[in-house]
């Protein structure tokens, strides 16, 4: 049977990198969930490479208007019976500043997408993540939504995106202590070079962001092939060059 991968996000960033890592091998069938299938950069994931017994899945379902009903039932309309991963990819990042200025609207936007978000995709999915054999729920977080490590990051100016970020590694992490047969884990994947990490690097007075994205995307492919329940789950692990560089191989604080 073909492992079942459903991936947010995946018409963009580091979302569409990991459907093209997934789908190029074999026996995967490779959910890609976006919010509007007639966008070219949907229409082109049917152009990737595509390894033998493996098949690409498009859903339509918004970040900030997922309905977990309406999401299990996308999927199970396809014939998929259970899950052995998802990946939550989708984000934004439109509003910065600080904390002084900050506008409830924006963070209730940024909550919506980056949170509640992830929470209507777990509520929809972990039914058919319980019936696989080593079901895995990854999330990509941020260093901007660590409330033990601010220190790190407290020089961007990043409370509406951060204080979201902040909600999705709780969700997460309490995933972990209430599913004991999930792998919960919380990526950070660094400063990545896509279009989000780059516009916000411009905002803040650089070039481009420090990651890019293609050793990115193969740490987190391999911690997601490899994490186990009773090494990695719970954790916010880092896969950006920059942050393992910067951490010493260690997890970033909570």
């Known amino acids: 049977m073909p492992t079942a991968i459903l991936i947010t996000g995946a018409n963009r960033g580091l979302g569409r990198a990991a459907v093209e890592k997934y789908l190029a091998r074999d026996d995967f069938t490779v959910i890609a969930v976006v919010r509007d299938p007639s966008h070219p950069t949907s229409q082109s994931l049917g152009s990737l490479p595509t390894g033998s017994g493996s098949k690409l899945i498009t859903i339509a379902l918004d970040s900030a208007e997922f309905n977990p009903s309406k999401l299990k039932e996308s999927i199970t309309s396809h014939g998929i019976e259970s899950l052995d991963i998802v990946l939550s990819s989708a984000g934004i990042a439109q509003a910065g500043g600080p904390i002084s ?149 260690k997890d970033f604080p909570w």
Do not use: C, W
Request: net charge negative; hydrophobic share 40%; proline share 5%.
């Open 101 to 249: 200025s900050a506008a409830l609207g924006d963070i209730h936007r940024h909550v919506d997408t980056n949170a509640y978000g992830v929470l209507a995709l777990f509520q929809g999915t972990y039914e058919l993540l319980e019936k696989a054999a080593a079901p895995k729920f990854f999330a990509f977080g941020s260093p901007l939504g660590s409330v033990g490590g601010m220190e790190r990051r407290s020089q961007y100016p990043m409370t509406v995106y951060g204080a979201s970020k902040a909600l999705v590694h709780f969700f997460v992490r309490r995933i972990h202590f209430e599913h004991p047969a999930i792998t919960a884990v919380v990526v950070d994947p660094g400063f990545v070079q896509t279009d989000m990490g780059n516009s916000g690097a411009q905002a803040v007075g650089l070039e481009k962001a420090f990651d890019e994205v293609e050793p990115t995307i193969v740490a987190t492919v391999k911690l997601i092939d490899e994490a186990t329940k009773e090494k990695d789950s719970g954790r916010f692990i880092p896969t950006g060059a920059s942050s393992i560089a910067e951490l010493e191989g």
